[in-house]
């Protein structure tokens, strides 16, 4: 099978990707807007991209044509974002929160999660969620109908027991991240690992 990706349409085009470029992360952004409204939303075109400085770059998308998801108006407003990893335990919670909520009206509050300050940002973080990392926007970028975020990393907050604090080695058996795979109801567990060791 092949197919010509210039001659399909962007919806067609969105669930090969999204079918077969997996499994991907799950960035669980936490953001407020200049009143202090929080939202929370989840979002799999997600990745890290560099140590120095640390990265990660997420895609939030359009609730509609030219109208930005609450995630990326909140950012654009207070340059600030937590990107928190949910856990197998936290996953319909998660995906819970991708609901679609009238602006200003708190996902974290509808699934009953508790929000946590944050050390660095002003938004806050899930604090039941297992990992969270503290964001500042370094860029914007907008490609055709696509917006990636980029932010650098300031601050982690990370559940004890999940790295050694000497060695940062993580503990496998402790995190159990959950992944995304086709669209729309998809998801995998990564209770299940094998190790393949690299050549020296």
């Not at 197919?3 to 085009?13: I, K, N, S």
């Not at 090969?16 to 992360?25: H, I, K, Y």
């Not at 952004?29 to 929370?40: C, F, H, I, K």
């Not at 979002?43 to 990326?72: H, M, Q, R, V, W």
């Amino acid at each position: 099978m092949e197919l010509d990706f210039d001659a399909m349409a962007p919806g067609d085009r969105y669930k090969v990707l999204a079918s077969l470029v997996t499994p991907r992360p799950i960035a669980w952004v936490t953001t407020t807007d200049r009143e202090g409204n929080l939202n929370a939303a989840p979002f799999s075109f997600f990745n890290c991209f560099g140590s120095n400085p640390p990265i990660l770059a997420f895609a939030p998308g359009n609730k509609e044509a030219g109208l930005p998801k609450d995630t990326a108006r909140n950012i654009r407003e207070t340059r600030e974002f937590v990107v928190n990893i949910a856990d197998e335990a936290l996953a319909e919670q998660m995906v819970a929160t991708s609901a679609t909520l009238p602006h200003g009206e708190s996902e974290l509050e509808a699934t009953g999660l508790t929000p946590a300050a944050s050390s660095v940002v002003s938004a806050p973080r899930i604090a039941e969620a297992p990992v969270a990392f503290e964001c500042r926007e370094w860029a914007t970028l907008e490609i055709g109908s696509n917006r990636l975020v980029v932010g650098v990393v300031h601050y982690a907050h990370i559940r004890d027991g999940l790295l050694d604090p000497d060695s940062l080695s993580l503990d496998h058996t402790q995190f159990t991240p959950v992944g995304r795979m086709s669209a729309p109801d998809w998801y995998c567990r990564t209770s299940e690992l094998y190790e393949i060791p690299r050549p020296d």
